[in-house]
């Protein structure tokens, strides 16, 4: 027995870390293809609920447009401590650190005392740089998205920018206004937008010769986008319009519809007003009528992809079509437009991420200073130069370079336009939506019914979100 | 002993005993200071943080009971994440210790290449669960190699198979079964809908990677069973699944305890397939308590909530002791414990 109990203690202790490690709880650090909030370079909308369309839209961009460095302005300068180190932080892939690069080589020409040590966490950086915080090791400027906007922006771990901004000339005038709803708090700025993106109408120009239909324009309505999604759904040859279960692709049809998620005080969830009824059941209708198609559906992973691989002829994606198409259907000819126009208006939705300040920085005049630097004209300039993103200030939106990306861009200045954003508990509400919409797509619930859970669960976040401190 | 003087009672007989007992204490100083810091500190201040609300960056409010009631609330998450990982726990735990057992008994035939076998059965159990679960979803997804498979194979027969979108069909299994019988299953009745698709074929991705791990644990038992007991009852006319199901199983039952503990402790505690492969969804239908903890702690949709993840950990921990304590009670009557 002896002998038994050895033996078996022997495969225990083999195995106990074997099941430790099967069974930790580890975050895994690993670039997942579940986004949950997805970290991709200009805001792609984070598809939290329907996580098997994975195949998000890496924006990288072949930098072979990088242009010489701006001109100094010394005006925009301000004073900082002599000999700051700061650390810069975000995420983003190879192209995107390129950008930051080349930024950071630019800001050094105007302060040339100050060293950037620049920093990306390509995976779950919101994840380590909340840890980071906690530990007080967290870099002194990095990206802030609505998550971490969140997380640091009651608690005071970012620094307010706005005196740092005066002193250089700039004011939150120059920035496109919608964008900085998500910075602000209490008329404080606690970061810049950094970019921005925002959807247009993708299509596939032989699909409507196909059907003998005339391309779409940028004047076109809901009814122009039905009619030929089910015209060409009924020849066949491609599916219509594709579009997931998703908050971000259904915020245009209830933006456009009048309709909003929330009220504009984050206090009261608006998902079952009869503006978003109509909306929801526009789409839903396209979908019963065969003309709305799933990337799923049709075997692609997202609805970009789809386009490439020739399969539908319409769909609603933003900028980092343009380079997903030419890495990898370099030889697909697509096209994009403006979203069509809703009943009430047109109307697009914006994503947009920021660059803060870290309160706790040893040198917030260095810090505030990059930040201001990075996300102003003359570097945004040079960014959007390189077809990487849009620029955040509005006399530079004209400068996108793409022909399809430049009509997309302009979704950005439509009156009914606006970031999805809904106070602290965004992300919830905005699962509620994609949520309802899947459940009706499986014909789980009607609209009606679809919405009015997702007004009880969106109500629920928002008043969640209220009684937080 | 007795003595006049009121001294303190002697722990050690001799000098020497005291010396060594020092020593010892001083060997595993290092590892009892680094427990004592980072479990047993880390586990009460979670049990104190499990009674506040906690955002990590403004300093805790004490709540009392609001995070557990919070909780336990019907129709919230964690309530959905329970219900969602018994089915989990009741569908992989006998699944994957029967097959262990089936393995090892495979294995434990002598014939040339056992050892061979033995290391193949093993390797999914020794590869890191995020690369297995990364080769999975190559496998599941809708373009991937399980929907070619099938569509090839159906192809054999005449048959088109539709492509399943693995990893990401919310359709429970009771529900299927009603859809093939022209019924459905309504979405507030969603805990009557069995485990969706996608949740099922996870645990059969679980059961593959876990089970070789515990058929290593069921090979040892089964070579430390004397093969007298073999031989006895062979010569009073055993057959051998006679031989099986009356000397090996009740042989084999402190491992197996072992093993059923083991599994299903594990199995409460899924968390890596579920936040690499779906995150939760689809429509939560594969949302589980550490997943949920985990997006609740370091707020992934909303503000971080420390307190609601601490009390849900504490939940948890409760209901997985209880199961532990009730698989004791039920498998080890009578034999050896562990």
Known sequence: MKKNRSLLFRAFSLVVPATLLLAACTPAATNTPAPTAVPANTAVPANTALPANTAVPATSVPADTAVPAATALPEGVIPVEDGATIVFSGWGDETEQ?????????????????????????????????????????ADVFYVDDQLMTAFGPSGKLLALDDFMTEAGTSRADFIPALLSIFTRDGQTYALPKDWGTLGL??????????????????????????????????????GFCQGADWARFAPFAFGNGGSYASDDFTTATL???????????????????????AADVGAGWCGEAIGKKLVAMTYEGGWMVNFIRQNYADVVWQAVPLPTGPVGKADVIFTNGIGVNAGS?????????AIFVTGRDNQGEIVATGFAYSTHPDQIDMVVDPNDAAIAQGGTFDLTRVAYWGPNTGKVNDAVSQALERVYLGDQTVEEAFAQAQEEAQAALDEAQNTP | M???????????????ARQEALTAYLFIAPYLIVTVVFTLGVLIFAFYISFTSFDLFTSPRWVWFDNYLKA????????????NVLWYVMIVVPFQTALALVLATIINVKVRGSQFFRTVFYA???????????????????????????????????????SVEWLNNPRGLFQLVAMAFGGDIPSNLWFLRGPSVTWMAIMFQNIFTTAPTFMIMFLAALQEIPPTLYEAAAIDGANRRQQFWRITIPMLRPVLLLVVVLGTIGTWQIFDQVKILTAGGPLDTTLVPVYLIYAEALGTKGPSQMGYAAAMAFLLAIIIFTFTLIQRRYIESGTEQY
């Open chain 2, 124 to 162: 999914p159990s020794v590869t890191s669960s995020v690369v297995i679960t990364m080769i999975f979803w190559w496998l599941y997804l809708k373009t991937g190699y399980l929907n070619f498979g099938l569509t090839k194979l159906w192809g054999l027969f005449g048959a088109e198979w539709t």
């Open chain 1, 202 to 239: 993708a299509f596939l120009p032989e699909a409507f010769e196909d059907a003998g239909l005339d391309l779409p324009t940028a004047d076109w309505t809901w009814d122009d986008l039905k009619a030929a999604a089910e015209a060409i759904a009924a020849k066949g040859t491609y599916a």
């Open chain 1, 98 to 138: 390129k950008i930051y690069r080349d930024s950071i080589a630019r800001f050094n020409e105007l302060y040339p005392n100050v060293t950037v040590d620049y920093q990306p966490i390509p995976a779950d950086f919101q994840v380590k740089l909340k840890a980071a915080m906690v530990s007080g090791t967290a």
């Open chain 2, 2 to 16: 007795a003595s006049a003087q009121p001294a303190r009672p002697k722990i050690f007989k001799t000098e020497r």
């Open chain 1, 272 to 294: 079952d007003s009869p503006e978003i009824i109509e909306a929801a059941n526009f789409v839903v209708g396209l979908k019963e009528s065969g003309a709305l198609v799933t």
């Open chain 1, 362 to 370: 040893k040198f917030p005049r260095a810090a505030a200073a990059f």
């Open chain 2, 72 to 83: 336990v609330a019907p129709g919230g998450d964690f309530i959905r994440s329970l219900v």
